[in-house]
């Protein structure tokens, strides 16, 4: 199966600096999306991106499908940031099912 | 829209007991709705795929008789840990998809399971 690397594992910032993610996976895959999920344990979607760029306010996110990797940027870091980043490949699993692999995460924490 | 209402939240109970989790969509029609299991500090491990009106589609190394999924109509999907035990204790994610290659998942807030 697919498999998806992320990258630093963790990160600590100082509010107000900016960051970037990496997820890199090992085959060609049909989509790709980012995900926050904060303390509580909330999975919030970021980004549904096969390929381009994305901006959402102070976060967005470049995948570049033929290189296999994507990386989501998160300008002036506030402290409502802080959680685990994760990203999730989208393949096809026959029919019209699909399915996500996730990465094992970015835990990201902002200082005050 | 596409929201996604996971209940309950947490439950605590003893070991032999069977812990049903319901998983709805509230605002949009979920052809196709998928569960998974994260452990402490770990990544989201799929459990299993539904599609309304039929069976369950498990990953190796789920136990389909000991998580029974349900996915009887468009809004709703049940998971039932059946005769849980300590090492059953985890975070239970569900989520939905109006179904087709090109739709994304929306997820539940999750259930946090504790079998004592």
């Known amino acids: 199966g697919i498999q998806v690397e992320q990258s630093p594992p963790d990160l600590i910032l100082q509010e107000g600096a900016n960051s970037t993610l990496r997820c890199n996976f090992s085959d060609s895959v049909n989509n790709l999306q980012w995900f926050h999920q904060n303390p509580w344990g909330q999975l919030i979607n970021l980004f549904y991106?096969?390929?381009g760029t994305k901006q959402n306010g102070r976060l967005s996110a470049t995948t570049v499908a033929t290189e296999r990797y994507s990386l989501l940027y998160i300008s002036s870091s506030q402290t409502t940031d802080s959680g685990v980043y994760f990203c999730a490949a989208v393949s096809y699993s026959g029919g019209s099912n699909y399915k996500l692999t996730f990465g094992k995460g970015t835990l990201l924490t902002v200082n005050p | 829209g596409a929201v996604v209402s996971q209940h309950p939240s947490r439950v605590i109970c003893k070991s032999g007991t069977s812990v049903k989790i319901e998983c709805r969509s509230l605002?949009?029609?979920?052809?196709?709705m998928f569960w998974y299991r994260q452990f402490p500090k770990q990544s989201l491990m799929l459990m299993a795929t539904s599609n309304e009106g039929s069976k369950a589609t498990y990953e190796q190394g789920v136990e389909k008789d000991k998580f029974l999924i349900n996915h009887a109509s468009l809004t709703l999907s049940t998971l039932t840990v059946t005769s849980a035990h300590p090492e059953d204790s985890s975070f239970y994610i569900c989520?939905?998809?109006?179904?087709?290659?090109?739709?994304?998942?929306?997820f539940g807030d999750g259930t946090r399971l504790s079998i004592l």
């Open positions: 989520s939905a998809s109006r179904g087709g290659r090109d739709q994304p998942q929306h």
């Open positions: 991106i096969p390929s």
């Open positions: 605002d949009f029609q979920a052809t196709t």
